[in-house]
């Protein structure tokens, strides 16, 4: 049973940088392609980014140059960089494979405001 559970979400000004974090069970990161997705009001879920068994990455054009993703795999978590934020970045982030299992978190919020 795949469980999701990301942090490190909050409020940053634009600018600002944020990193969020998520540990799945019942997938083993070293071993899976995984990745960000975000969702924001009356928007479709997008992907973000996404970091594969051999650690190459791939970004929304959206936010290349600001974003990076990586992971531990001895903690069997993965992240999000989130640098030079901007407001149009606000949104609820989840982290799964990808392809998505069925199972997503409850996300983190991030909000980009002054």
């Known amino acids: 049973q795949v469980k999701l559970v990301e942090s490190g979400g909050g409020l940053v000004q634009p600018g600002g940088s944020l990193r969020l974090s998520c540990v799945p069970s019942g997938i083993i990161v070293r071993t899976n392609t995984m990745a960000w997705y975000r969702q924001a009001p009356v928007k479709e879920r997008e992907l973000v980014a996404r970091?594969?068994?051999?650690?190459?990455?791939r970004f929304a054009d959206s936010v290349k140059g600001r974003f990076s993703i990586s992971r531990d795999n001895g903690l069997n978590t993965v992240y999000l960089q989130m640098n030079n934020v901007k407001p149009e970045d606000t949104a609820v982030y989840y982290c799964?494979?990808?392809?998505?299992?069925?199972?997503w978190g409850q996300g983190t919020q991030v909000t980009v405001s002054s």
């Open positions: 799964n494979a990808d392809p998505p299992s069925d199972s």
């Open positions: 970091i594969n068994m051999f650690s190459s990455t």
